[in-house]
């Protein structure tokens, strides 16, 4: 076969668009500044070096005719999903881990991501199941080092430190394991491409061949993804179209706790959370996040506020801060953190139209305390709340919680599930909670023992409360 010559081109770092030039905007998905320069081979080959399939006029060899099938003849069969015994991923997962899934997990360095995947390598093992840890980052000293301050091992857990893709293909048909984890698909790279590992095409085409291996040999893959400063997986947005779920690890790497969101799960929800706590021997699941997020809440201190939040059939209850103060510019400082700037200014002028508080010469900052970033409708009312009770320098009522969305016209309107969240503040201690008066009225007769709901309909009636 005759050698192919090389030359370049251009990849949108965003979707995969290849350009045979430079451009400044992608034409594909509309991104500015996302093309960079690789090398790529052409003609000679039945591969290109991008990943991509040559033409059907340069393909040798026998292709394999594709029988397609009537919906009538599939067969289902309901395979049972694998427990980790880890509730908290568990969960997000969609109730455990699906044969033949390809399961991508991002997050910032240091974040945990290889602790959580190692502990589910410990659990996984735990049941007799046959799992292979694919390091391409960490020797094989580096990880026994973190397996020992973790717990003990069984037998069924194989380590492997290589990234060569061809290496690694043939080493998961040798040992044929149910379970696997690339760490990190960043430094996987094929000898078929001569990009440097990384980059848009070596990690394009690490990934579609995990890909076939899950689905052609019924193997479950975990592969690590690093993000970039904008907080996506480093590589092609298509590499999130390419799995079956991605998952995404958050937190302050500096704080103890850590949240797992999915953000695309095609065996499950994508409303789902895990909340874990860093600890010295791994991560520890938070049961009740609700408790967590309260504890250090000041007592009599005005600004504050208990607010309950919903994530997928999770209800949290965390603090509402706001700090209102006299502004020394001309132009008055907003700041939000946790939560929607532009969310957080849209509320003030609600404030100020509808319930004539002058907060144009003030600074505010608004602060969900716990590290959460929430951006549910339900929060609204707690902001309000936060922010009058500041600025007015009176403290809400302790054992108060709040929860409901404002409009631009100052009415306080209903959110969904609102049973579950009166429960969870009732479970917590909290006897009174203010809610929009609609759910109030549909929850008559149906309350917990010791908690008095107060329904609103505007945020004049909920400022009245302070």
């Known amino acids: 076969m005759a050698k192919g010559k090389a030359a370049s081109a251009f990849f949108c770092q965003s979707c995969g668009y290849e350009s045979a030039k430079w451009m400044g905007q992608c034409p594909a998905c509309r991104e500015w500044n996302s093309f960079v320069e690789e090398r790529v081979v052409t003609g000679g080959s039945g591969r290109s070096t991008n990943g991509r ?22 067969s289902m069969q309901q395979s049972e999903r694998v427990l980790t015994h880890i509730g908290e991923l568990d969960r997000v997962l969609g109730g455990g881990i699906v044969s033949g899934s390809l399961v991508l997990v991002g997050g910032d360095p240091g974040i945990g991501k290889s602790t959580l995947l190692l502990q589910a390598c410990r659990e996984l093992a735990a049941q007799s199941l046959s799992v292979l840890y694919i390091s391409g980052e960490e020797s094989l000293q580096q990880i026994k080092l973190r397996a020992m301050r973790i717990g003990e091992f069984a037998d069924g857990l194989k380590l492997l430190c290589e990234t060569n893709l061809e290496a690694i293909e043939q080493a998961i048909r040798d040992t044929n394991p149910q379970i696997v984890v690339i760490d990190s698909i960043q430094t996987m790279y094929s000898e078929q491409v001569s990009s440097a590992p990384g980059s848009v095409s070596q990690v394009r085409e690490s990934t579609n061949i995990f890909l076939q291996l899950a689905k052609g040999l019924g193997i479950s893959v975990f592969i690590v993804g690093h993000v970039t400063k904008e907080g996506t997986v480093a590589g092609p947005r298509v590499l999130e179209h390419m799995v079956d779920t991605v998952l995404y690890f958050e937190g302050d790497r500096h704080a103890s706790y850590r949240i797992l969101r999915g953000v695309k799960n095609r065996f499950g929800s994508t409303d789902e959370i895990g909340v874990f706590e860093m600890r010295r021997e791994g991560l520890a699941e938070v049961k009740n996040p609700s408790e967590y997020m309260l504890s250090g809440k000041p007592e009599g201190a005005s ?29 008055p400082r907003r700041q939000a953190n946790g939560t929607d700037l ?4 849209l509320l003030m002028a609600v404030l100020e139209k509808r319930a004539g508080m002058q907060l144009s010469g003030c600074d505010a ?102």
């Not at 532009?342 to 200014?345: S, Y």
């Not at 201690?429 to 609103?456: H, M, S």
């Open 303 to 331: 600004g504050s506020v208990a607010a309950c939040s919903l994530e997928g059939t999770r209800t949290i209850l965390l603090e509402v801060q706001a700090l209102v103060c006299q502004t020394s510019f001309g132009i």
């Open 365 to 466: 900052y608004v602060n969900l305390a716990g590290g959460m970033r929430i951006t549910e409708p339900a929060m609204d009312l707690g902001i309000v709340m936060a922010v009058a009770s500041s600025h007015k320098n009176r403290p809400i009522a302790e054992k108060t919680v709040v929860f409901g969305e404002v409009g631009l016209s100052g009415e306080v309107r209903a959110v969904s599930m609102a049973k579950q969240r009166v429960a969870e503040a009732a479970k917590l201690g909290f006897t009174v909670c203010i809610l929009p008066e609609a759910n109030r009225e549909a929850l008559k007769g149906d309350l917990p023992e010791g908690i008095r709901v107060v329904g609103v309909k505007s945020v004049a009636d909920a400022i009245a409360m302070i």
């Open 53 to 74: 399939s040559a033409q059907a006029g340069r393909m040798t060899g026998t292709v394999q005719t594709a029988h397609p099938m009537p919906l009538s003849e599939i």
């Open 342 to 345: 532009n969310r957080v200014n």
